[in-house]
């Protein structure tokens, strides 16, 4: 509690690293990074498969990098490798597999409470994301069936009869990758894909024609129950099927809890309320990375909006 930092940053995603390579540029003095997992990244780490593309303009949105990170096209192993050169590079503070419980503002300062200890700064970045908590089903999933439920490829396995249900980026790859070595089906509620970037809306063509994805599209799902210890999934048209697992590839959430503990005003939606300079309503308490943007996913954005934000304290 002796030091009081410049900048705290609240996640090791895009918009933190970012926040705190311009921190460092444009001479922030003392920040620190807080992240509740092991690594930076961790968006990154655990729902991107192995050699999923990376690109700048994500879903063909050209993005113009604003600051001083030279991101650019890649996959995501070096995408993990050029943010560990920029963190390595960067002399900073930082506490890994450390949550940060509630953030209060007296006096024009801020104090951090955490679960290892409390921390004071003059200004905050809540670069949290999304995906860290993926969309759910609005049906039930049977307890019993939960092992055979997930959200990314952590838990599949080979010669299985799986399920993938969206119809975004992730879900196509999951879907491409998972044919390889089981019989994959990917189901989305709109009879086309057009959500997904070119190279992939490309490659989901091809995985169909040539029969190693099965597409059920401008279909929905109505409930899930089990049957003989499989998923027996129910369909709006009346139809049923079975499989042996299933993964939903259905965005994320925003944590609405942890924003309003951290001071954010939320509007109807649920969504925190900023300014054009990602300042909320109380002065110094900023919001970065795909949180602060519905649509989600683009790092360059992010990486932006630690520049945009970072420039703004410095005013």
């Known amino acids: 509690m002796n030091t009081v930092y410049d900048l705290v940053i609240i996640g090791g995603g895009p918009g933190g690293i ?7 540029e444009l001479g922030l003095a003392k920040v620190l990074l807080i992240e509740k997992t092991e690594n930076h990244s961790h968006t990154i780490r655990k729902f991107y498969k192995d050699k999923k593309r990376v690109d700048k303009d994500w879903q063909g949105q050209a993005v113009e990098l604003e ?9 995501k192993e070096s995408t993990l490798d050029y943010f560990d050169k920029l963190l390595d590079d960067e002399l900073i503070d930082s506490k890994f597999n450390c949550e940060v419980q ?3 503002k007296v006096d024009d300062v801020f104090t951090v409470e955490t679960s290892d200890g409390n921390f004071q700064a003059k200004n905050i970045i809540v670069a949290i994301g999304r995906m860290g908590k993926p969309n759910k089903p609005s049906y039930k999933i049977p307890a019993s069936l939960r092992s055979k ?7 599949c396995g080979n010669d299985e009869k799986v399920l993938v ?25 709109r009879e086309t894909l057009g959500r997904p970037n070119p190279t992939n809306q490309e490659m989901i063509s091809k995985y169909a024609s040539e029969g190693k994805v099965a597409l059920k599209l401008g279909i929905d ?9 499989k998923l027996c999934v129910n ?21 609405k809890d942890f924003l309003k503990a951290c001071g954010f005003t939320l509007d109807e939606k649920g969504e925190p309320i900023f300014d054009e300079n990602y300042e909320s309503e109380t002065k110094g308490l900023y919001v970065a990375g795909d949180i602060a943007f519905a649509s989600g996913g683009s790092i360059a954005i992010a990486l932006n909006h630690g520049y945009r934000i970072v420039t703004h304290i410095l005013g």
């Open 165 to 189: 249900v969206g119809g975004g980026d992730s879900a196509v790859e999951y879907a491409c990758d998972l044919s390889e070595t089981n019989e994959v089906t990917l189901t989305y509620r």
């Open 67 to 75: 600051g001083n990170v030279d991101f650019v096209d890649g996959t």
């Open 18 to 24: 970012g926040a705190i390579v311009e921190a460092k």
């Open 149 to 155: 439920v997930g959200y990314n490829l952590d838990k």
């Open 102 to 104: 509630k953030v209060t």
């Open 221 to 229: 799902i109505e409930g899930v129950e089990s049957e003989h210890g």
């Open 235 to 255: 369909y709006n048209d009346g139809t049923h099927e079975l499989y042996d697992r299933a993964v939903f590839a259905i965005g994320g959430t925003t944590p």
